[in-house]
């Protein structure tokens, strides 16, 4: 069968997600699981947003507004930005291939980082595009190679800031510096899905940056929000070049619940602060915790924790999986003695550790 399939698609390796709280009850038999795989909010959604989303079911008859346009107006007010710097999409994920499909040409390639956000690589793979991927310096970007990376065929650069999965990040200093003096050709993307969980004072705001046409911000509404199950997120780019982007995306890309959903988490700051707060406590705990048990961690400022557990990793997710706590085990990412961690709640985080403490000493089975 594989002649049918086009040549690129077979190089392509597909996204594993982290494991569902139902696809492990049901394999494992067990009645009592917690996820901390997929950096999603340990409150569940924004009450606000559930509230529009239920508001809003019956009319779901209606295809959604194909332009968003309530949203971008929200939007553009909270970020002091015209709706017309807004592109909307299904997800960042789906945002970083009309990204791709918009701006990088047959022949033209994209930087990113290694280890990174495995769907830079993987969109770029399905859409036959060429990768370059710098490694990382002590678990963080490293821009100034990136930069001896860039050759005449770049055309786009994929920055997490935050990184996922380590939680590191590029400073204000360290991201002006590499702007300056990048190609004209070169369109930087900053995608900064962890933005809200922040917790220093040199992480770079770019609200006013993009306006130069080099920047793409891409935000999402999939973690600090609450709302990954509804698929929704957003690029910040110049008016000009977002246009462009307009006319790749699928008119209905954003449905008619995500949409009303957003909107209302937006205005749920009391949320947004409760949700910051809980994740800095449970990293506060978490840290605490793996010093004890001498396991060394990346230092993060996002709402998960890459763990050097100093044995194989997917085999301490397998043994943490039977004792109903799901976590992610990084082969796919190429670290194999890692474990990455979402900060849960209280109670989660808890839970957590006590089965770490278990397994670590050697008790393999609840
Ligand atoms: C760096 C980064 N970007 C984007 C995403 C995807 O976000 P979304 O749910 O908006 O597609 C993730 C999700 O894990 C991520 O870690």
Redesign the pocket.
Known sequence: MKELVRKNILKVNAYIAGKPIEETKRQLGLKDVIKLA??ENPLGPSPKAVAAIRKTASGVNRYPDSQGFYLKKKLAKALEIKPENIVL????????DIIIKTFVEDDENIVTADT??L?YEIIAGVNNRKVTKVPLRYFKYDLESIKKNIDKQTKLIFI??????TGTYVTKFELDDFLRGLPDHCLVVL????DAFIDVNDFPNMFNGFKNKKIIL??????SYGL?GL???YAVLNEELAGYMERVRQPFNTNLLAQAGAMAAIEDREFLRKTRRIVLEGKDYLYGNLKKLGLAYVPSV?NFILIDVGQDGVELFNKMLRFGVIVREMKQYGLKNFIRVTIGTKKENERFVKVLKKILRGKERP
């Open positions: 997929s950096n999409g299904n997800g960042s994920d789906e945002l970083i990174t956000f769907e997490a800031n935050p990184n996922n999965p995608d900064e899905a962890y891409l935000k999402t509404f999939s973690k990954a698929r929704i997120g996002a």
